[in-house]
C-alpha cells in the first residue's frame, strides 16, 4: 500500500483471496497444494515394509505430528486371518511394528495393536506374526478383542443406514487411532482398505452386511475416523479378497496420510484390482465418504509427495 493505494501485487493477492473465500463458501472442493507448505496430503514411499513406513509417515511430518507425550495410541492393522504374510490378507508385520517403535519414540504413554479377528483369534495373531513381533517390543500389546463386556455402544448421529453400533472400549479412550490395513481386494465391497478396516474395531459387523455394507462403513467413519492412515501394499492382494488365496502383487509400497478417503482413494487408482484399473469414484464407500465430506478422493486436486528408498 502506497500513499493509500493498493499497488498491483496487493490487489492480485486480494482478488485471489476473494475468490477463494467465494469459492468456499459456495462449498467448492480447492485443490490443496494451494495452500501447501511442504507437509503433503499424501506420501507414497517405494521400498522395504519398515523402512518405506517409517519414510512415508517422516514425509507427513513425523510421528511426533500425530502423537504427543503420553498419549494412547491404538494402531488398527488387518489381522483377522490365519494366514503368514505372504498371502497378503494380513498387514505386514514389519509395517506394524515400524508404528509401534516411532509411537514409543514420539512419547506414546500406551499402544495397543487391535482387531477383532475373523479366524480364531489365537491362530490369528500367531500366523500372522504381528504378535510375534511386537511382543519382542512390549508383551500384550497385540490383542484380538471379542469379548462383549469390552466393547461399548456409541450412537451415529448422521448415520444413514446404522444409527449405533459397539465400538471397543479401549479405542474410545485411546487419544490417536492410527489405521494401518493392507492393501487387498473384498467380495462385498471391491476393495478393503483403511475406511473398511474399521469394523474390526466393532463387536457385530455381520449387521453392516445386512444393511448395506457400503453406507454402514461410510456411517462408521463418522465416528471412527483415524488421525493417521498407513495402507501397506508392500503385497496387493488384488484378486480374492479378503482372506485369499488370490493374485499377490508385489508393489513395495507404503501410502499414508491423515485423510483416510484420500489415502484409499489414491491405493485404489494406483494398482491393479481384479485384472483392470479403477477410478475411486468407482468404489461405492469411497465415493459416497466423499460426497459426505468426510475426505477427498480428488487425488489430482491434493499434494502427493512419492520418493522411493
Known amino acids: ?13 486480494y482478488q485471489m483471496m476473494v475468490a477463494l473465500w467465494a469459492a468456499s463458501a459456495a462449498g467448492l472442493l480447492l485443490p490443496r497444494d494451494l495452500f501447501a507448505e511442504g507437509i503433503p496430503d499424501i506420501s507414497v514411499v517405494k ?16 510421528m511426533k505430528h500425530f502423537v504427543k507425550p503420553g498419549q494412547r ?73 471379542d469379548d462383549k463386556g469390552l466393547f461399548s455402544e456409541v450412537k451415529i448421529p448422521g448415520g444413514k443406514k446404522m444409527s449405533s453400533t459397539d465400538i471397543m472400549k479401549a479405542v ?34 455381520q449387521v ?19 488421525h493417521l492412515t498407513v495402507i501397506d501394499a508392500t503385497r496387493v492382494l488384488s484378486t480374492g479378497g479378503p482372506q485369499g488365496p488370490g493374485k499377490v502383487l508385489k508393489e513395495n509400497t507404503v501410502i499414508a496420510s491423515k485423510d483416510m478417503v484420500a489415502a484409499d482413494a489414491l491405493t485404489v487408482s494406483s494398482f491393479e484390482w481384479y485384472g483392470q484399473r479403477f477410478k475411486p469414484s468407482q468404489v461405492a464407500h469411497i465415493r459416497e465418504a466423499h460426497e459426505r465430506r468426510i475426505g477427498r478422493m480428488d487425488i489430482e486436486n491434493l499434494n502427493i509427495k512419492k520418493i522411493s528408498l
Open 1 to 13: 500500500m502506497k500513499n493509500g493505494n493498493m499497488d498491483r501485487r496487493e490487489f492480485l493477492k
Open 47 to 62: 521400498g522395504a515394509p519398515g523402512p518405506a513406513t517409517r519414510a512415508a509417515v517422516d514425509l507427513l511430518g513425523g
Open 73 to 145: 495410541v491404538v494402531i488398527k492393522p488387518n489381522m483377522s486371518f490365519s494366514t503368514p504374510p505372504e498371502r497378503a490378507s494380513n498387514t505386514h508385520p514389519e509395517v506394524v511394528r515400524e508404528l509401534v517403535i516411532m509411537c514409543k519414540e514420539a512419547g506414546a504413554g500406551n499402544v495397543l495393536v487391535l482387531d477383532n479377528t475373523l479366524d480364531r483369534a489365537e491362530r490369528c495373531l500367531e500366523n500372522s506374526g504381528i504378535r510375534a513381533i511386537c511382543d519382542a517390543i512390549n508383551k500384550n500389546m497385540v490383542q484380538a478383542v
Open 172 to 205: 474410545l479412550k485411546s487419544d490417536v487411532l492410527i489405521a494401518a490395513p493392507v492393501a487387498k481386494s473384498h467380495s462385498a465391497t471391491g476393495v478393503s482398505l483403511s475406511m473398511k478396516g474399521m469394523m474390526g474395531l466393532v463387536y457385530d459387523r
Open 208 to 226: 453392516m452386511h445386512f444393511r448395506g455394507v457400503s453406507t454402514t462403513v461410510v456411517d462408521l467413519c463418522t465416528v471412527l475416523k483415524a
